[in-house]
């Protein structure tokens, strides 16, 4: 497929619309992404034509279900290059991966006085998990901090680390700064000090090429939602080793091998994991959305982004009153714009940009603790994605150039 964000966008059908009078313009991919109509015609074919239940019928329709659900895991495999499809398992999402891990490697890794490393950048969902896990086993929660320019300080990192760290569970990518952290160098030193690496990669997968042996990381976890497929359908990738060591969190049907009355033993990888029936349809619907992002080439995806911040990032630096969040080198960020305009609140600010067509989020972008940091409760942001393009980007200044002087002078 050769590359034009403007025939791209007319795979999804949802981008041709009005809303408020205005042609939509949408820059809310960091918490979701749009769908191509090959993988809305594909879940909806599954429906239509394959659906049963997967691995337990030897019916024709449920060899068809099964068959096309291990077929998206091949995918998935091969999209971030994992040594093999036992090594990725189906979850509803990061939040779920990242949870599995906490609860699951974390409790039988993590003893009383042991420490767990995050950052201070990270999603809730990269927080909560491990607040909770070092409550549980009396462990101690430790912060790496963020430069002034908003990059993870790896001098924080290097200090932090100890013969007590057992974890360290950092975004591939900010989902507010949008800086692209070094990953490969950071397994390093994390497996210098004998501790796992567990990656947040929601905000990478989407954006760039992701091989997980390369970058040498203990688990990953992303979501299908954000790189185009459907909601409440995600991955964990761990080495498997690990996950061997492993309990599984959920138990019940699917993953079992043999149940007695008082004991029971489970499937072998990856099916131990994945208790009672999974979401074929979001799983076959991701496979159909890495084919779609295959075909246009993930380099292709990354290189338009860079393109699209090159082309706005000037206009936005000559609005006076607006401040941008995370590195000023566009090399060092993907397309999250996360901002302030002025002393304007950013819902204020996100409600009249609706106004003018132009869908972004405004809030604490479940980031709290970075908010903090960065001496904001809130935020505005932008986030651009491969159906975005230059006309999107220019209604995206001028909606912030209007909403601007509605605040000051009343008028838009």
Same mark, same amino acid.
């Given at each position: 497929?050769?590359?034009?964000?403007?025939?791209?966008?007319?795979?999804?059908?949802?981008?041709?619309?009005?809303?408020?009078?205005?042609?939509?313009?949408?820059?809310?991919?960091?918490?979701?992404?749009?769908?191509?109509?090959?993988?809305?015609?594909?879940?909806?074919?599954?429906?239509?034509?394959?659906?049963?239940?997967?691995?337990?019928?030897?019916?024709?329709?449920?060899?068809?279900?099964?068959?096309?659900?291990?077929?998206?895991?091949?995918?998935?495999?091969?999209?971030?290059?994992?040594?093999?499809?036992?090594?990725?398992?189906?979850?509803?999402?990061?939040?779920?991966?990242?949870?599995?891990?906490?609860?699951?490697?974390?409790?039988?890794?993590?003893?009383?006085?042991?420490?767990?490393?995050?950052?201070?950048?990270?999603?809730?969902?990269?927080?909560?998990?491990?607040?909770?896990?070092?409550?549980?086993?009396?462990?101690?929660?430790?912060?790496?901090?963020?430069?002034?320019?908003?990059?993870?300080?790896?001098?924080?990192?290097?200090?932090?680390?100890?013969?007590?760290?057992?974890?360290?569970?950092?975004?591939?990518?900010?989902?507010?700064?949008?800086?692209?952290?070094?990953?490969?160098?950071?397994?390093?030193?994390?497996?210098?000090?004998?501790?796992?690496?567990?990656?947040?990669?929601?905000?990478?997968?989407?954006?760039?090429?992701?091989?997980?042996?390369?970058?040498?990381?203990?688990?990953?976890?992303?979501? =299908?939602?954000?790189?185009?497929?459907?909601?409440? @359908? #995600? &991955?964990?990738?761990?080495?498997? $080793?690990?996950? !061997?060591? /492993?309990?599984?969190?959920?138990?019940?049907?699917?993953?079992?091998?043999?149940?007695?009355?008082?004991?029971?033993?489970?499937?072998?990888?990856?099916?131990?994991?994945?208790?009672?029936?999974?979401?074929?349809?979001?799983?076959?619907?991701? =496979?159909?959305?890495?084919?779609?992002?295959?075909? @246009? #080439? &993930?380099?292709?995806?990354?290189? $338009?982004?860079? !393109?699209? /911040?090159?082309?706005?990032?000037?206009?936005?630096?000559?609005?006076?009153?607006?401040?941008?969040?995370?590195?000023?080198?566009?090399?060092?960020?993907?397309?999250?714009?996360?901002?302030?305009?002025?002393?304007?609140?950013?819902?204020?600010?996100?409600?009249?940009?609706?106004?003018?067509?132009?869908?972004?989020?405004?809030?604490?972008?479940?980031?709290?603790?970075?908010?903090?940091?960065?001496?904001?409760?809130?935020?505005?942001?932008?986030?651009?994605?491969?159906?975005?393009?230059?006309?999107?980007?220019?209604?995206?200044?001028?909606?912030?150039?209007?909403?601007?002087?509605?605040?000051?002078?009343?008028?838009?």
């Amino acid at each position: 497929m050769s590359f034009s964000a403007d025939k791209i966008k007319a795979d999804f059908m949802i981008l041709n619309q009005l809303v408020n009078e205005e042609p939509l313009v949408y820059l809310d991919n960091a918490a979701t992404s749009q769908k191509p109509t090959t993988v809305l015609a594909t879940v909806e074919q599954y429906y239509r034509r394959n659906n049963a239940n997967v691995h337990r019928g030897v019916h024709t329709l449920a060899e068809r279900a099964t068959a096309q659900y291990e077929a998206a895991r091949q995918k998935v495999q091969h999209f971030i290059h994992a040594k093999e499809s036992a090594e990725v398992l189906f979850t509803r999402g990061t939040t779920t991966s990242l949870n599995w891990v906490a609860k699951s490697y974390g409790e039988a890794s993590v003893h009383q006085g042991d420490e767990i490393l995050i950052s201070v950048m990270e999603h809730h969902s990269n927080i909560v998990p491990w607040q909770q896990l070092a409550k549980r086993q009396q462990a101690v929660l430790k912060y790496i901090d963020i430069t002034p320019e908003g990059l993870l300080d790896m001098n924080s990192l290097r200090s932090q680390l100890t013969s007590k760290t057992k974890i360290v569970s950092l975004a591939h990518v900010s989902n507010v700064l949008g800086v692209v952290n070094p990953i490969q160098e950071i397994a390093h030193l994390v497996h210098e000090a004998g501790a796992v690496l567990v990656v947040d990669g929601a905000q990478a997968v989407p954006h760039q090429k992701v091989d997980v042996q390369e970058l040498d990381v203990d688990f990953y976890a992303f979501s =299908g939602h954000k790189m185009l497929g459907p909601t409440g @359908i #995600g &991955v964990l990738y761990g080495k498997r $080793h690990l996950l !061997e060591q /492993m309990e599984p969190v959920e138990f019940g049907g699917e993953m079992i091998d043999i149940v007695t009355e008082q004991e029971s033993t489970w499937k072998e990888l990856p099916w131990k994991f994945e208790a009672g029936t999974p979401n074929i349809a979001g799983a076959i619907g991701l =496979g159909a959305a890495i084919d779609y992002m295959e075909a @246009i #080439g &993930v380099d292709n995806i990354q290189q $338009h982004e860079q !393109e699209l /911040m090159q082309y706005l990032w000037p206009k936005l630096t000559a609005i006076p009153g607006l401040t941008i969040y995370g590195p000023a080198k566009l090399e060092q960020r993907t397309g999250i714009i996360t901002f302030n305009l002025e002393d304007i609140h950013p819902h204020d600010v996100a409600t009249a940009m609706d106004m003018e067509g132009v869908a972004i989020r405004a809030g604490n972008h479940c980031t709290q603790p970075l908010m903090t940091r960065l001496g904001c409760g809130s935020s505005a942001r932008a986030s651009f994605y491969v159906y975005n393009t230059t006309a999107d980007a220019d209604k995206f200044v001028e909606a912030l150039i209007a909403t601007k002087e509605f605040f000051s002078y009343g008028t838009i």
